[in-house]
């Protein structure tokens, strides 16, 4: 219909409006965009704000609103000119928004389970956070919680086989074991402590949060994987990540969400 109409008038280029509406338009908006014949006919889509269109229609004070009339006013809109490009972008920056809100979304999640995790630990070992400087969500401490030590075994535990514990665990990160295993003995003394029912469910909670951020961690470095992948040889990329303070992810998200350089 759109191809019969424009035969039938003197018509440079085609120009197609709708409204955004989050995940919704964007099947019909690049169906158009791509479609051969439209392209041949120097078609342009627009995807436009919602919030424009309700602002134009002010401007018919009398109008009725119906699904014919509300395309008209976007037609009117468009007719009226002065709108941005069209938003419709290429598919390869398009993949990487995906891809890089999905990591934001990840690492929200990540903080809100580490949170969680910490209202958690509290109950199992109040002293924790203020008697050990190293960090909680390290691997040795984290499979050390795993292992389900009531407060009395960890502070019964002879201090070199604990700093052994996390010395192997840690991968030889600590700098000094002994040192956070006294730390760690220190905070299971100074802890209140918990009836068996509530320890129990305690360390239930622990360990499936714990599997929980490892989870999310593990997801993000496939992510990251994947932005790396698709940001290479991306106009402006290289420049962007010359800057202090930027690197793959911001650069990604940057331009993921611009687009295309040339709109």
Known sequence: RILSAADKLPASEIHIGLE???V?????????HEDDALRKRKTKVFTINPKLINKFREA???LDKTDRLDAWIIADRLRFGRLTTSVVMQERYLALQRITRMRFHLVHNLTREKQY????LFYK????????????????????????YSLDEIANMDVAVLADYLKDKGRNRFPDP???????????????????VMEDSIDLVLGTSILSIRS?????????KAIEKLIEDLPGAKCLRSIPGIDLVYAAGILSEIGDIER
């Open 24 to 32: 919704y338009s964007w099947h019909p908006a690049m169906y158009l």
């Open 60 to 62: 018919y004070a009398d």
């Open 178 to 196: 002994e040192g956070v295993a006294a730390c760690i003995q220190k905070a299971a003394r100074a802890s209140y402590r918990l009836s068996k």
């Open 125 to 148: 070992c109040n002293a924790f956070r203020s008697e050990v400087d190293s960090s909680v969500f390290g691997h040795a401490i984290m499979e050390l919680l795993l292992e389900k």
């Open 20 to 22: 955004a509406t989050s």
């Open 216 to 224: 999310i961690q593990a997801q993000l470095k496939e992510l990251d």
């Open 117 to 120: 995790f910490l209202q958690n």
